[in-house]
């Protein structure tokens, strides 16, 4: 991040570009601010930032998030 955050409103949808990047941005937020980040994680940031397939890799994770009828919550 560039250290200054300004103030955003927050819209009710995100387009799949807009999605991505907020992913991106809260992986890289937590590899930044932890002392020792999970390893799991920091490969993850590098492939983010490296793959060519990042973005077909993403589109299909998104497919399923939305077919499989709210199986997998992250908030639970």
Known sequence: MNGEEREVSLPESLSLVEAFRA???LAEQYVALEANPDAGLVLFLQY???D????DDWRQAVRTA???GGA???LT
């Open 23 to 25: 992913a991106y941005y």
């Open 48 to 50: 983010l930032n490296s």
């Open 52 to 55: 060519p397939a990042r973005s």
């Open 66 to 68: 939305l077919s499989d």
């Open 72 to 74: 997998a919550s992250p």
